[in-house]
C-alpha cells in the first residue's frame, strides 16, 4: 500500500512509489512521446517548468482524500519509465496509466496495474475501479484485458471533451468466497439448475440451454459461496482421450470442464479462477490434463481469461461467416 509514509508498491521488476520534487524532468521526458500526443495530450509537458508545477501539485494530493493520486512507476535501478493514476470522475475512480514508449512491449504497464489496482482499493475502500481508454488504443485496451477488467461499453462517447470510439471497463476487487467440492443434493441440483437457467436468459453463449437433473448427474461439482450464497460453480468428470492424440495420447485421462459460470456481478473478481483452481487440485491424482469447450459470444474476454489468466493452451477454434449474396 502506498501511504503519507511514503511507503511503496514492489513487483518482481518495478518500483511504484511518492513523487519527489526532482523527478521533473523525468516526467517531462517521459511524456513527450507519440502515443501521449496522441492518447492524452493534456499530460504532455512541453517544459520542465511546466512539469515541475504539476509534479508539486501531485506531491500535495498525497493524504488527501479528493485526488487525483499519480504515483511514478520505477525499474528497480531506479529509472523513471512512467506513472499509474487514479482519479475521481462522476461514478467513481478511473485508473491512469503511460509508460515511455522506449519502455513499451515488456509488459511493465500490466505489471504496474495489477499492482497498482488491489493495492488503492484497499487504502481507499474501493469496491470497484474504472478504466477507459480510445478504442484504436490498443495497447491499453490489452491492459485492461489482462488486468481483469470487465468491458462496460464499446462505442462512441465522450472522451477528453470530445466524442470519440471509447472502451469503458470496469475492475472489481477480488472477494473472499469459500470454494470447495460438494456432493449432489437436492439444494445443489436445485441451485445448479437455477443459474442455469440465469445463465440461458444471458444470451451470452451459442446454444446454450439451462441444465435439467441428467446433464449434471455423474459429474464432479464445485461451488463457490459467498456468506452462504452459491455465486458460481463448476462441474465436469474425468474422461479418457479419444482422438486427440495432436495434443495427447488416446486413452489419457483428463478432467473436462463441462461448464463453469459465475453470477455476473461477481465477474472479474477472481472467483472463476479460484473454482478452476479448486477443480484441478482436486483432480491431479486421476487426470493428467484439464480440457474445455466455449461456445461464448464475448471470446475475446473468455480466451483472454483462459489463456492469460488460467495457463491454458489453445487447441482448435471452429468459426462461422454467412455468405453475402449481394
Known sequence: MITKDKEKIETERLVIREFTHDMAQDVHENSLDEDNRRFVPDEVFDSVEEAQETVDYLIGQYGGTEGPFVYPVLLRSGENIGYVQLVPVEEGWEIGYHIAKKHTGKGYATEAVRAFLPAMAKEHGLSEIFGICLAENAASVRVMEKCGFLLLFRG????????????????????????????????????????????????????YRKNEKADIEGNRIFLAKDQGKTVGYLFGRVQKSEKASSVMPDGTPYFEVEELYVRPEYRSRGIGRSLFACAEKAVADEAEYLMLSTATKNWKAIFHFYLDELDMSFWNARLFKKISRT
Not at 477480488?174 to 436468459?201: C, G, K, M
Open 156 to 207: 462512441r462517447g465522450q472522451y477528453q471533451g470530445e466524442e470519440r470510439d471509447i472502451v469503458r471497463n470496469i475492475w472489481k476487487s477480488p472477494v473472499s468466497v469459500s470454494v470447495q467440492e460438494t456432493v449432489l443434493t437436492q439444494e445443489a441440483l436445485d441451485t445448479l439448475i437455477r443459474l442455469s437457467a440465469d445463465w440461458e436468459a444471458e444470451q451470452s453463449c451459442y446454444g
